[in-house]
């Protein structure tokens, strides 16, 4: 039952089916393939989908069978071209370029995922998991200059070494006490490498080390980690440090590396379903924002689907609402396929609060989303906040603006809008809602007066739009924090006028969302 009134025109509730997290990663796959540049890490990650994602047909690759196997082979063959004699790689080919420590123990990860998958790599990947041994050895120094803590770069790519090794079961004895040692002094050292650690040490035998408590102490390493997760509703994401360009580091890599992580060593583990919501919904244009990100959200996802969406989908669903047949469809093999349908609000009107009723048979998982929009008729609802705070504030000549406070026809009214939210946000649209006496004032257009300047703090909005009745602004990516908006108005007429209430929300996710507070007003 709706809590108020609504109009019966306008909204209605909406279901969406499928039988896979992985729905919609085409756009990511095809970008790492189509990707225009060849370094090592970028030629890497150009194979990362290739190998993982081939399997899965032209739904999610973009690429033919017949074509999966001769581009892989072209990477491969152009990884060879970076080779160094100590087994790691150079960045770009060509003689006289370094080896580059981080980018080598990518690639190899690579190098191990394409033997795994049945493909010759060249003889590159004995050499590359020597080159990492050599990494780990206590002896070893940084591999790279660093201009900042060398103890803290040598962790780094110490971790990351573990972690490669671990995922061949290739750790050498002599490298277990000082990672134990490493696990032991988190404070300061990335999220990411945290995980990729508590990840070589959860898979080191304990008799190996019969003197330590190996479990303990990788589990007091994984509370450090799980300490940076951000819970947002139903979704989470990783608090990661800040300046770690020199590893390509990025927060939606580290989600993707903690859900890639936590999938191997505790497939159960609760933030699982939270993180990998989060990490797709931190999609742009249906992909990542570089190749480090859509490589490794890709690794993740596909993990996610070997283990929690184990079994292959064969099953049909049926939905029904207020006794009808809402939505029915077969699920039958791996498929991107989302299935949707759409109720006009007169139905849940007429239903009267009557419950959505989702049946399953067959083998495999059921993901749905179910929401409901409504125009509701009482427009002095309060402020609210879910997810977004906004306060809006009108003044003239510097002077705020108070309730019952009249204006004048010809007043320039300069509108500041604060917009606070806790965490990252995504795809976000802020409409500020004009009354009839107002007309916004839009610069670009030649006519504009110069006395009509008008003042944007564009923050992370990176468009926006004056309509007759509105306002708008819109942001691919929001951080968290507090953001200011401002534009100016012109009065034209007189009377007694209304200003909605200010809205905003996660257009992908539009139960995140806030409202501000209406206004009445007095023109003369």
Avoid at 138 to 154: F, M, N, Y
Avoid at 189 to 200: E, G, H, Q, S, T
Avoid at 392 to 398: L, P, T
Wanted: charged residues 20%; aromatic residues 8%; negative net charge.
């Amino acid at each position: 039952m709706l809590p108020f009134a609504v109009f019966a025109d306008r909204g209605g509730l909406d279901l969406s089916v499928s039988s896979t997290r992985l729905t919609g990663l085409a756009d990511a796959a095809r970008y790492l393939i189509d990707y225009p540049h060849g370094c090592l890490e970028q030629t890497s990650s150009r194979l990362a989908p290739l190998i993982l994602l081939g399997e899965l047909g032209p739904d999610l690759t973009g690429v033919t069978a017949d074509d999966v196997k001769p581009m892989i082979d072209a990477g491969l063959e152009r990884l060879q071209t970076m080779a160094m004699p100590g087994g790691g790689f150079s960045y770009w080919p060509g003689n006289g370029n370094p080896t580059h420590p981080f980018a080598s123990l990518y690639a190899t990860l690579i190098l191990a995922d394409a033997q795994a998958a049945g493909y010759d790599t060249l003889g590159l990947l004995e050499p590359s998991l020597n080159y990492a041994r050599a990494l780990v050895l206590p002896t070893t120094a940084p591999a790279t200059d660093s201009s900042t803590d060398v103890t803290d770069q040598a962790w780094i790519e110490k971790a990351f070494a573990l972690y490669v090794l671990a995922s061949q079961d290739a750790i050498p004895d002599e490298s277990l006490l000082g990672a134990v040692e490493m696990a032991k002094k988190p404070v300061g050292k990335p999220i990411f490498a945290r995980f990729m650690l508590y990840r070589a040490l959860r898979g080191i035998e304990p008799s190996r080390l019969p003197g330590e408590d190996l479990v303990g102490i990788a589990e007091a390493l994984l509370i450090s980690a799980e300490n940076q997760i951000v819970e947002e509703g139903r979704a989470a994401h990783i608090k990661e440090i800040a300046g770690l360009g020199r590893w390509m580091d990025s927060e939606h890599r580290s989600d993707a590396i903690a859900l890639d992580v936590l999938l191997q060593v505790q497939p159960d583990h609760p933030m699982i379903e939270k993180l990998a919501i989060g990490l797709l919904d931190a999609r742009q244009s249906g992909r990542w924002r570089s190749t480090q990100e859509n490589a490794w959200a890709l690794r993740a996802m596909v993990r996610y689907l070997n283990v929690v969406e184990s079994a292959v989908p064969n099953f049909d669903m049926t939905a029904w609402y207020d006794g009808e047949p809402m939505l029915s469809h077969h699920f039958e093999g791996r498929s991107a396929d989302k299935i949707e349908s759409h109720l006009p609000i007169t139905a849940v009107i007429e239903a009267d609060g009557k419950p959505v009723l989702i049946g399953k048979k067959g083998e495999g998982r059921l993901y749905y989303r179910l929401g409901m929009t409504y125009a509701p008729k009482d427009q002095n609802l309060p402020a609210w906040d879910a997810g977004f705070s906004v306060t809006r504030e009108y003044s003239v000549n510097g002077v705020r603006l108070e309730a019952g406070t009249p204006l004048n026809a010809g007043d320039i009214v300069k509108v500041n809008i604060t917009l606070d939210c806790p965490s990252r946000r995504y795809y976000v649209a802020l409409v500020d809602p004009l009354p009839a006496a107002f007309e916004p004032i839009d610069t670009t257009l030649a006519t504009t007066g110069s006395s009509a300047v008008r003042v944007v703090r564009w923050s992370e909005f990176n468009h926006n739009e004056m309509r007759d009745n509105r306002v708008e602004y819109f942001a691919d990516e929001l951080a968290a924090g507090s953001h200011v908006l401002q534009y100016e108005a012109r009065v034209t007429s007189a009377g007694q006028f209304r200003a909605g209430a200010t809205v905003v929300e996660e257009m992908y996710t539009p139960e995140v969302f806030g409202r501000g507070e209406p206004m009445d007003l007095e023109v003369r």
